[in-house]
C-alpha cells in the first residue's frame, strides 16, 4: 500500500510561516506550536483584535524580536540589560525591549484596548512588566496585589492574584478595567479612561519605572477583549506554553 505523505504533511498557516521564516524557526516543536497559536486565535475571532503579538520562541534576541502579528512592524529593539532564553526575555532597572509601536497610531483607541503578559514568576515589589506609563502596565506592590491599567493612571482599586502565569488587562468601556489572572477568574475594575499616550510602548519596563528580571515567555497588544474573548485567550496560550514545555501551573 503507497501511503501518501502530504497527509501526514499540511503546509502551516500562511501568517504564521511569515513569521517562522522572518524569525528563523527551525525547532519543529516551536514551529508547530506557532502554527497551532495562529489557527486558534483565528478559529476563535482573535486574530482580527491583535496588534501584536510576541510569543518569544526560539531563544535569542533577533528570534524574540519579531511581531507574530505583522512581521514587518513592531521588531522589537533592546537596551543593554536584557537576557534571552528558552523562557522568554527578563530585563531589569534599565534594561528593555521597545515595540516601536504607539497607542496613537497602532489602531487602538482610548476605550478599546487590551494587553497581556505571561509571566515565569514575579518578584515582590517589582514594577511595570508592560507597556508606557499611561497605556498598558502592570504595577506590583506587596506580595500579592496587582494594579494593572489601560488608557488611564494607575487603577484605584487592585486585584489581590497570584504572583505568575498569564496577566491580561483590557478596556471596553470608558469607565472599567477587566483584569484576567492565570486562576482563570475576570475582575472588573472601576477606572476611567484618560487619553492615548504617545509614547512607544515597552516590554519588561515603562519609562524606566523599575523593570522585571523575571522572564516574560509571551506579550500581546490588543483592541478591548469582552469577558468571553479573555476566557479563551487565556486557553490558547495556556496551550502554546505547554507545547513549549514552559507554562505556568
Not at 501518501?4 to 504533511?9: D, E, H, L, M, V
Not at 518569544?56 to 533592546?78: C, E, M, P, R, W
Not at 484618560?194 to 512607544?200: G, R, Y
Request: aromatic fraction near 12%; charged fraction near 10%.
Amino acid at each position: 500500500m503507497i501511503i501518501n505523505p502530504y497527509i501526514f504533511s499540511r503546509p502551516f498557516d500562511p501568517d504564521a510561516q511569515a513569521f517562522i521564516t522572518a524569525a528563523a524557526i527551525t525547532n519543529p516543536t516551536q514551529q508547530t506550536a506557532i502554527n497551532t497559536l495562529v489557527v486558534s486565535l483565528k478559529g476563535n475571532g482573535l486574530w482580527s483584535k491583535m496588534i501584536a503579538i510576541y510569543p518569544f520562541v526560539g531563544g535569542d534576541a533577533n528570534k524574540h524580536s519579531y511581531n507574530l502579528k505583522n512581521t514587518s512592524i513592531g521588531q522589537l529593539t533592546y537596551t543593554t540589560g536584557m537576557t534571552h532564553g528558552s523562557l522568554g526575555i527578563a530585563g531589569n532597572s534599565v534594561g528593555y525591549a521597545n515595540t516601536g509601536l504607539k497607542a496613537t497610531t497602532m489602531g487602538i483607541s482610548q476605550n478599546s484596548a487590551s494587553a497581556g503578559v505571561y509571566l515565569q514568576g514575579y518578584t515582590p515589589n517589582q514594577v511595570f512588566q508592560y507597556g508606557t506609563f499611561g497605556n498598558f502596565f502592570l504595577y506590583k506592590a506587596g506580595t500579592n496585589n496587582y494594579y494593572p491599567a489601560v488608557n488611564n493612571g494607575i487603577a484605584p482599586t487592585y486585584v489581590t492574584t497570584t504572583n505568575d502565569g498569564f496577566a491580561q488587562s483590557s478596556r471596553t468601556q470608558s469607565n472599567q478595567i477587566l483584569f484576567k489572572d492565570k486562576n482563570n477568574s475576570v475582575a472588573t475594575l472601576s477606572s476611567a479612561s484618560t487619553a492615548l499616550n504617545s509614547t512607544d510602548i515597552w516590554v519588561c519596563n515603562a519609562n524606566n519605572y523599575g523593570g522585571s528580571t523575571n522572564f516574560i515567555s509571551y506579550f500581546f497588544i490588543a483592541t478591548g477583549l469582552t469577558i468571553a474573548e479573555l476566557n479563551d485567550n487565556y486557553t490558547i496560550v495556556q496551550a502554546f506554553q505547554t507545547a513549549l514545555g514552559r507554562q505556568v501551573p
